[in-house]
């Protein structure tokens, strides 16, 4: 069982609250190399009606210094200060404090482009949606643009996506678990969709935010597209998603996280062979990040379901007679 700890927090600036159009969420743990270029990213908005509610989670860097800088230079930037508690719970505080009639998420090695906010607040007035995706860029740490990801790719199998188009997630349904991508930044929220539903981020180091993603997919009556990259990722050759370590087995959390959040919905049946194969990806996706393969079977066999289990040991199989290959053939290489 998944249980929310709210923790003491202390907070900077947050008295005016009037005809704020968008509140940016920012969750914050030692990132002092690359914050200031998110901040000034959100500075150099386009759309003044903005507050930029920065979460320091417990950092030991200098990102609380550099928060505290900027806040006196912009009075849209507003700070909560808390004990490290990971990046699911400094959104949900930030989420509390949010006065904006829209939500928006970034990450601190992140940025977004200079119209990002006046043109997604624009199109969600527009179209009258409760949800917009967006294209983004992945770059280098250097903010070199390596290459555009279009969420239309993701979803040509399955659904013809384009812009001025609302769907929900019946139209996407078997890809509704991930093909608009797992992760919250990407998105445009209007703060009733989240509010009214109750919607939070699980309380975990890894895919944290995929039950939120996943509930404001399944709750949202009119999601909306717009084909522009408006957001830019940044790749770390040591982020969890690329350095093996036991601490990736939490992904149980995420998948726990997952399934709470479908039977609250009432849409466990509806949703039973969607989210076998979400479990199934998510595992498959993080086996070669666990340092220990027998660990995590085992604790397959313990947590899912038969069927689950079986999809999985089939996956695997073939999976390791691939690997089993082409280790064989790098050795090899070595060898020569």
């Known amino acids: 069982m998944n249980v929310f700890y709210a923790p003491k927090i202390s907070n900077t600036n947050f008295k005016s609250k009037n005809n704020i159009k968008v509140s940016v969420i920012l969750p914050v743990y030692n990132q002092e190399k690359y914050l200031a270029r998110a901040l000034d990213s959100l500075r150099g908005q386009t759309l003044k009606e903005t507050e930029f509610i920065c979460v320091n989670d417990g950092s030991k860097d200098r990102s609380l210094n550099i928060l505290q800088q900027y806040a006196l230079k912009d009075k849209r930037i507003k700070i909560i200060n808390q004990n490290n508690q990971g990046a699911g719970s400094a959104r949900n505080n930030g989420l509390k404090k949010a006065a904006g009639e829209y939500i928006a998420f970034l990450d601190p090695d992140d940025w977004i482009e200079k119209n990002t906010l006046k043109t997604l607040y624009r199109e969600a007035e527009k179209q009258n949606c409760d949800m917009l995706v967006f294209d983004f860029n992945r770059c280098d740490e250097n903010g070199k643009c390596l290459n555009n990801i279009h969420i239309k790719d993701f979803l040509k199998n399955i659904y013809d996506i384009h812009e001025n188009k609302l769907f929900n997630w019946k139209d996407i ?164």
Request: proline share 2%; glycine share 4%.
């Open 173 to 336: 349904k078997s890809g509704v678990f991930g093909k608009l991508f797992p992760a919250a930044w990407n998105k445009f929220y209007k703060k009733d969709l989240i509010k009214n539903n109750k919607l939070y981020f699980a309380k975990s180091s890894l895919a944290e935010d995929m039950n939120f993603v996943f509930g404001a997919t399944l709750k949202a009556k009119k999601i909306g597209y717009i084909e522009k990259p408006f957001y830019n990722y940044t790749l770390h050759n040591q982020s969890a998603t690329r350095v093996v370590s036991n601490k990736n087995l939490c992904i149980f959390q995420a998948i726990d996280s997952v399934k709470k959040m479908i039977k609250k919905s009432g849409l466990t049946e509806d949703l039973k062979t969607e989210f076998n194969n979400f479990v199934l990806w998510l595992i498959i996706f993080h086996t070669k990040l666990i340092k220990s393969p027998d660990k995590l079977l085992d604790i397959c066999k313990k947590r899912l379901t038969a069927k689950q289990n079986q999809m999985i040991n089939t996956t695997l199989q073939k999976n390791f007679k691939v690997l089993s290959i082409l280790e064989g053939l790098k050795n090899k290489r070595r060898v020569i």
